[in-house]
């Protein structure tokens, strides 16, 4: 599966941004699509997830805050950021799940500022 991540950026803290992966093949088809984010020294962690029944998890430092859908007619999985934080601050990345493979789209920086 091919990814394309876009949507990143520069905001203040409250702000909001939405992030946007456009898959190769439909969004509904794949097992479970991830985002993920990386910041600078750290490790990649996941953030949020849905299922291709539509169940969604977080990770608890973005519950209320992010959320995940699949938008069906840009064939999209969009990550809407709200009231971001500096720690939300990293690249963010895209990850699709099938059963006999993963894929990464490239990475969008998000940079929130205090």
């Known amino acids: 599966v091919q990814l394309q991540a876009s949507g990143g950026g520069s905001v203040q803290a409250g702000g909001s941004l939405t992030l946007s992966c456009a898959a190769s093949?439909?969004?509904?088809?794949?097992?479970?699509m991830e985002w993920h984010r990386q910041a600078p020294g750290k490790e990649r962690e996941l953030v949020a997830s849905?299922?291709?029944?539509?169940?969604?998890s977080y990770r608890e430092s973005v519950k209320g805050r992010f959320t995940i859908a699949r938008d069906a007619a840009k064939n999209t999985v969009d990550l809407q950021m709200n009231n971001l934080k500096p720690e939300d601050t990293g690249v963010y990345y895209c990850?699709?799940?099938?059963?006999?493979?993963?894929?990464w789209g490239q990475g969008t920086q998000v940079t929130v500022s205090s």
């Open positions: 849905i299922g291709i029944g539509g169940d969604t």
């Open positions: 990850h699709s799940v099938l059963i006999d493979r993963n894929d």
């Open positions: 093949r439909s969004v509904f088809n794949i097992n479970v």
